[in-house]
């Protein structure tokens, strides 16, 4: 069913529910991450910009596992991710998007050598 709805769409839809509670705005999110196209990601860096907090961590929750059916477990957007994710981990100051980061980061491959 929400194959019919575009991506821009479901994003509109997801930061609407950004603030429930339910599976709704968990299935929108798990329906983009298996998008994974590259105008999902550069909307979701769009997102991680934000002024409000509940909005990046949103971007990042998306973020964190784009293009989950890849079988390269790089995926195509892993180095602008970690990237980004340990960019914002140096100056964020919100406890929300901290833990968003965090498990963010857990679900990616991080090498920092």
Known sequence: M???ISSDVLIQQCI???HSDGNELWDKIHE????GTRDIYDQ???LCVSDN???RALGVDILCQLDVRTNDPRKQFHKETVDLFL???ATEESNEVLYSLGVGLGHIDVDVD
Do not use: D, F, T
Request: glycine share 6%.
């Open 53 to 55: 907090p509940c909005i």
């Open 87 to 89: 960019k914002m981990l």
């Open 16 to 18: 609407a529910l950004v």
């Open 2 to 4: 929400m194959e019919s």
């Open 32 to 35: 983009l991450r298996e998008r």
């Open 44 to 46: 979701c860096v769009g």
